[in-house]
């Protein structure tokens, strides 16, 4: 077996797992989230009188600047998507990893695996791809039908939504940037430091959660307080989350300890 074959195993296991759950959770959630922003002008229709100027930015406009409530919620949830899309992303990369590599840990599998031919960089690079993999499919629909419904409500109201290139690649990257961060922080934890992954270990992992939502609540950050730097950052920040999972990947080499994993 090699790195490759492993990766496939893995993601071949967790579809048959957890794939209807990679569906229907983050389908769910998006739905969910464009449904409030809806009934949110409903419940104080007082606030509220005929149109009204729509949020709007460089990246992404709604028709002609003025609209309903319901084009103002959706503009704003269109405005929000790349750094709302990038928490998503980092949230869904987080629980699929944990919940994998916790359980392949406590159960021996990856004790097998070290047992094989495999070095620990092939299996390292094996649950990185796999987990990465699935997440992707996860947020996938989670963008989709974040982005589809905003943009649906918007079009059946009679408006026309103008996504420019950079929103798009913001978008994509930023949320991508931070699945690889996040997916490459658990990996990494749990072949250095697994009882860092276990539910007891101080507030249900808070401090290895905390620090792979980070990069994605830190864009949200400088993108709202910089929205005209969209295309540098967004580089950037793609760059640097390869970068960081690179070096994971080489510390793994000179930190991973075989008895600690074994004894974890």
């Known amino acids: 077996m090699n790195a490759r074959r492993l990766t496939r195993a893995l993601a071949a296991r967790a579809w048959a797992q957890q794939g209807r759950q990679a569906l229907a959770v983050p389908a769910a959630a998006a739905v969910g989230i464009v449904l409030l922003l809806l009934v949110l002008p409903r419940m104080f229709p007082g606030a509220v009188h005929g149109s009204v100027p729509l949020p ?25 998507a790349p750094e709302l899309l990038a928490i998503g992303a980092a949230l869904i990369s987080l629980s699929v990893s944990r919940s994998i590599l916790g359980q392949d ?3 021996g599998v990856v004790e097998g695996l070290l047992a094989t031919s495999l070095r620990p960089g092939a299996i390292f690079f094996g649950y990185v791809s796999a987990t990465f993999a699935f997440s992707l499919l996860a ?10 419904l905003a943009t649906a409500v918007v079009v059946i109201g009679g408006s026309a939504v103008h ?73 950037s920040y793609a760059g640097g989350c390869i970068c960081a999972a690179l070096l994971l990947m080489a510390a793994l080499a000179a930190l991973f300890n075989r008895e600690r994993l074994l004894d974890s």
């Open 56 to 80: 709007t930015s460089g990246a992404v406009r709604i028709g002609d600047g003025h609209g309903s409530a319901a084009d103002a919620a959706m503009a704003t949830a269109l405005l929000a």
């Open 105 to 107: 840990v406590s159960g």
């Open 139 to 148: 947020w996938a629909v989670l963008a989709g039908a974040y982005l589809g």
């Open 163 to 235: 996504m420019t290139g950079e929103y798009v690649a913001t978008a994509l990257l930023i949320p991508l940037g931070a699945m690889l961060w996040a997916t490459s922080l658990i990996a990494f934890v749990a072949f250095v430091h697994p009882s860092w992954l276990k539910v007891t270990a101080g507030l249900n992992g808070g401090p290895v959660r905390l620090a792979g939502i980070l990069p994605a609540l830190a864009a949200t950050i400088f993108t709202t307080v910089k929205p005209g730097a969209y295309r540098v950052f967004t580089w």
